[in-house]
């Protein structure tokens, strides 16, 4: 846990855990969210999650790419944006299958997505422990899909399965301030050396 002291990884940490905890309160309870075009549906269940896998995998290439090229930094902020945007349309795309085909779609590629360039960031501000903090990533991935079944259930109970969405958009947005401030600390450790006084060296 001792790379957990540096608020760089901390914060890197914190934005995966909360914002895959925001899309998974949905993910849990797809059948129920998505019931209005389902309608118990298995085959159109099976293909609508066959779609949300196969967009991640393809998205997770690209911006595995595109975190190289850019920076993680604007791939972080736009995907989460993208995915505050999706997870707020759900209440309404969930009520015709084609919107539905399209948030699904969207979803799964921007939500796996965020994977590469969440790693390449931790990976950046920790390479001496990369092994470390990229396991501490996938704990906090599980540990979202896990508390994101207790606060979807929760929250079946308070607004309903059909408005999981709203509840998805608020965590997504707080993901949104944890990576800035990540973005933050990152800019200020990366300022420390060019303000250094050479003499001290």
Do not use: C
């Given at each position: 846990?001792?790379?957990v002291?540096?608020?760089?990884?901390?914060?890197?940490?914190?934005?995966g855990?909360?914002?895959?905890?925001?899309?998974?309160?949905?993910?849990?309870?797809?059948?129920?969210?998505?019931?209005?075009?389902?309608?118990?549906n298995?085959?159109?269940i099976?293909?609508?999650?066959?779609?949300?896998?196969?967009s991640?995998?393809?998205?997770?290439?690209?911006?595995?790419?595109l975190?190289?090229?850019?920076?993680?930094?604007?791939?972080?902020?736009?995907?989460l944006i993208?995915?505050?945007?999706?997870m707020?349309s759900?209440?309404?795309a969930s009520?015709?299958?084609?919107?539905?085909a399209?948030?699904?779609?969207?979803?799964?590629?921007?939500?796996?997505?965020?994977?590469?360039?969440?790693?390449?960031?931790?990976?950046?501000v920790?390479a001496?422990?990369?092994?470390?903090?990229l396991?501490l990533?996938?704990?906090?991935?599980?540990?979202?899909?896990?508390?994101?079944?207790?606060?979807?259930?929760?929250?079946?109970?308070?607004?309903?399965?059909?408005?999981?969405?709203?509840?998805?958009?608020?965590?997504?947005?707080?993901?949104?301030?944890?990576?800035?401030?990540?973005?933050?600390?990152?800019?200020?450790?990366?300022?420390?050396?060019?303000?250094?006084?050479?003499?001290?060296?």
């Open positions: 846990m001792a790379p002291r540096d608020p760089r990884v901390a914060l890197t940490l914190l934005t855990f909360v914002y895959q905890t925001g899309h998974f309160i949905s993910y849990t309870y797809f059948t129920v969210v998505f019931d209005r075009v389902l309608h118990h298995t085959l159109l099976g293909a609508l999650l066959v779609l949300w896998g196969t991640g995998m393809v998205a997770n290439l690209i911006a595995g790419r975190s190289d090229t850019i920076g993680n930094r604007k791939v972080i902020f736009g995907g993208v995915l505050t945007l999706v707020a759900l209440p309404l009520t015709n299958i084609w919107t539905t399209i948030a699904v779609a969207i979803w799964g590629g921007v939500a796996w997505g965020l994977l590469a360039p969440q790693q390449h960031r931790l990976v950046a920790a001496h422990t990369a092994p470390v903090v396991g990533n996938t704990s906090g991935t599980y540990l979202g899909v896990t508390a994101a079944g207790v606060i979807g259930a929760l929250g079946i109970q308070i607004v309903g399965a059909h408005y999981l969405g709203y509840i998805g958009a608020a965590f997504m947005l707080l993901a949104i301030v944890l990576a800035e401030l990540a973005t933050l600390r990152i800019n200020a450790a990366n300022r420390v050396p060019l303000t250094a006084d050479p003499a001290s060296a």
